[in-house]
C-alpha cells in the first residue's frame, strides 16, 4: 500500500551509498603511488586531484552532507506516510465521528491552528491553502452530509527532530498507536542492531546519536570527530531499516481496519517456509481466488509485508490459478522473504 514511497527512499539511500563509496574510492587513488600508473592516465587524474581537499576535511564534508540528507530522508518518509495513511482515513471509516478521538482532536487543534496560519500576512508556507479548503473537511465531518477530508497539514505540526517520542506522539496524533513497540520488534531493527551493533545499544539510542550528527553537521562549524566510511553505510542500513520497519506498521494499521469491515480476509498461514527459493507451504483456511502476480498480505508479530505470487502449486503440478477450499495445502513462491507460521490476508475490495 505504501509501497512506492519505501521504493523511493531505497533508491534515495542507494544513491547515498554509492556517492560514500565512489568518494572513497577516490580518496584511495589520490594517496596511491602514481607512478604505477602511464603517462597519460597520470595527467587525468592530476587533473582530477588538483582540486580535492584534504583527506580528512573531505571526510567531513562527507559526513556532513551523508547526514543532513539522511535525516531528510528519514523524515519526509514519515511525514509521506502519515499523509498517505490520512488520505486513506476516510475510506476506512466513513462516519468521522468513528474515527479514534485522538485523529478528531488533533485534527479540529490542527485547522485552527491552519487557520491562523494561513491568514498571517507573512504566510508562505501555507499559502496554497484557504480557509474555505481548511474548514470543509472538519464541517463535512461533523455533519456528514459529504465526505470529509482529513488536511495532512491540519497533522503535521512539529518543531522537534524526530527522535523516540516526537516520533511517537506524531504518529498517535494521526491514529498509528504502539509504533515503537512495533518498530522495537521489527527483524530489520532487531537484526542491525545485533549484526551491526552486536546488541550493544538500543533504537532509542541509536536514533539518537543519528540525530546528534545531522543537528553537529546543521549548527556546528568544527567537526573533530569525523565518521569513517563503514560508520556512514551502516547509518544508511540504519535509515532503511527503520522506514521499512514503519512502512510495515502502517500497512499493519490498514489490514487491521479492513479486517474490521469486511475488506481483507485471512486465507491461511504458512506452516513451512524454503529461504533458498522464497517458497512456503500455504494452509488454506477460507476458499478465496489465487492467481499468478497476484498480491496478498503476509502478516504476524513486527511484520507486515505485501508480497507478490510468483508460482502456485498444487499437488506438485505448477498452475496458474487456483480456487482453494479449506484444509488445501497450495506451494507458494513469493517475491519477498517470509517466515513460518506468518498469516495471509486477501484484500476483498
Not at 491552519?114 to 491568514?119: F, R, T, V, W
Not at 551502516?234 to 499493519?252: G, Q
Not at 481466488?289 to 511484520?303: A, C, K, M, N, P
Request: proline share 2%; charged share 25%; hydrophobic share 40%.
Amino acid at each position: 500500500m505504501f509501497h512506492n514511497l519505501l521504493m523511493a527512499v531505497k533508491a534515495n539511500i542507494s544513491t547515498i551509498r554509492s556517492i560514500i563509496k565512489t568518494n572513497e574510492k577516490m580518496r584511495e587513488i589520490d594517496f596511491e603511488d602514481v607512478s604505477l600508473y602511464t603517462e597519460e592516465t597520470k595527467t587525468i587524474l592530476m587533473n582530477i586531484f588538483q582540486d580535492i581537499p584534504d583527506k580528512n576535511n573531505s571526510r567531513v564534508y562527507d559526513q556532513c552532507a551523508v547526514v543532513t540528507r539522511l535525516y531528510a530522508i528519514y523524515e519526509s518518509f514519515v511525514e509521506d506516510l502519515i499523509q498517505s495513511w490520512l488520505i486513506l482515513l476516510p475510506d476506512l471509516y466513513p462516519n468521522y465521528l468513528d474515527l479514534d478521538n485522538a485523529i478528531r482532536k488533533t485534527h479540529q487543534s490542527g485547522v485552527g491552528r491552519l487557520l491562523q496560519e494561513i491568514l498571517r500576512e507573512d504566510n508562505n508556507r501555507y499559502k496554497e491553502l484557504s480557509a474555505q479548503k481548511v474548514i470543509l473537511g472538519l464541517l463535512n465531518g461533523e455533519t456528514g452530509e459529504n465526505k470529509y477530508e482529513l488536511l495532512p497539514e491540519a497533522f503535521l505540526f512539529h518543531e522537534q527532530n524526530l527522535r523516540k517520542n516526537s516520533l511517537e506522539k506524531l504518529l498517535a496524533n494521526a491514529g498509528i498507536f504502539d509504533s515503537w513497540s512495533w518498530v522495537v520488534n521489527h527483524r530489520d531493527i532487531k537484526n542491525f542492531l545485533k549484526e551491526i551493533r552486536g546488541n550493544q545499544t538500543t533504537l532509542e539510542k541509536e536514533l539518537n546519536i543519528f540525530i546528534s550528527y545531522r543537528n553537529e553537521a546543521s549548527h556546528s562549524t568544527k567537526i573533530e570527530d569525523w565518521l569513517g566510511f563503514k560508520p556512514l553505510l551502516e547509518l544508511c542500513d540504519f535509515v532503511e531499516s527503520l522506514c521499512e520497519a514503519l512502512t510495515e506498521l502502517v500497512n499493519y494499521q490498514v489490514i487491521e481496519r479492513k479486517k474490521s469491515i469486511s475488506q481483507a480476509q485471512e486465507i491461511g498461514k504458512i506452516t513451512e517456509w524454503f529461504k533458498k527459493p522464497q517458497a512456503c507451504v500455504l494452509t488454506v483456511i477460507e476458499e478465496c481466488s489465487l492467481s499468478l502476480e497476484s498480491s496478498l498480505f503476509l502478516v504476524g508479530d513486527s511484520y507486515c509485508q505485501e508480497a507478490r505470487i510468483e508460482s502456485i502449486k498444487h499437488n506438485g503440478e505448477s498452475i496458474n490459478e487456483i480456487e482453494t477450499t479449506p484444509g488445501m495445502e497450495l506451494g507458494l513462491k513469493f517475491d519477498v522473504d517470509a517466515r513460518k507460521e506468518l498469516k495471509l490476508y486477501q484484500l476483498t475490495t
